[in-house]
């Protein structure tokens, strides 16, 4: 699976390089979209936010890939602005598409479709309604501490690699995970209410911190 994503990283670069952007942009997108969904949603908490913050990365992408250097994967790098974004989300959401160099109606084209989350309790199963529970109790968190629970427990990502992403070193990335885990498991033991689910509450941090 490492080695795949790894030609097809060079593959992305190769096509951008060649100036064709076009086709850079649209293998990126149908290899990635759905991890980077993930996270943009994980961090603003909503599909709408998350769907116009994750066309404000691609525009981002498609302007910066040349920065790229390769002294990290190329998601590693792509976190390291998407988690940027999100942070400042709510003060760039003005962002015009003139200020870009892909045209908004050609990324709408190549964008792949997204499913809006279930968030109806009714609906959910005993795991959607954990996860949806514990998106909630995210929400409650600083966005710094939010980011790092999302990237380490939820996608897997390495301390190394988030110590990068946030520009700290590993032992701050460390800490700042266990804070954060600290944090978490303070607003779920006092309970916390989500409207139209009043009187529920969620148990979903396992023996470590680590959210389950």
Request: hydrophobic share 40%.
């Amino acid at each position: 699976m490492k080695e795949n994503t790894t030609l097809i990283d060079q593959e992305i670069l190769r096509l951008y390089t060649e100036a064709d952007r076009e086709g850079a942009l649209k293998l990126f997108i149908d290899h990635y979209q759905a991890r980077l969904y993930s996270v943009v949603y994980r961090m603003l908490g909503n599909h709408d936010d998350a769907m116009d913050a994750l066309q404000e990365i691609l525009f981002q992408i498609n302007r910066s890939l040349q920065n790229f250097k390769g002294e990290s994967s190329l998601y590693t790098w792509v976190y390291r602005l998407s988690s940027n974004i999100c942070l400042n989300f709510r003060k760039k959401r003005n962002t015009t598409a003139s200020q870009v160099e892909l045209n908004e109606s050609l990324l709408q084209s190549m964008l792949l479709p997204v499913e809006r989350p279930n968030e109806d309790p009714d609906k959910m199963c005993e795991i959607k309604y954990k996860q949806f529970m514990v998106q909630q109790a995210l929400l409650k968190l600083p966005e710094t501490q939010r980011m790092i629970l999302v990237l380490h427990d939820l996608e897997g990502v390495a301390i190394s690699d988030i110590a990068g992403i946030l520009n700290i070193n590993a032992n701050a990335a460390k800490s700042r995970l266990h804070r954060s885990r600290q944090a978490l498991r303070t607003i779920i033991s006092k309970g916390f209410t989500v409207k139209g689910m009043e009187g529920v509450g969620v148990s979903a941090v396992g023996p470590n911190g680590q959210l389950i």
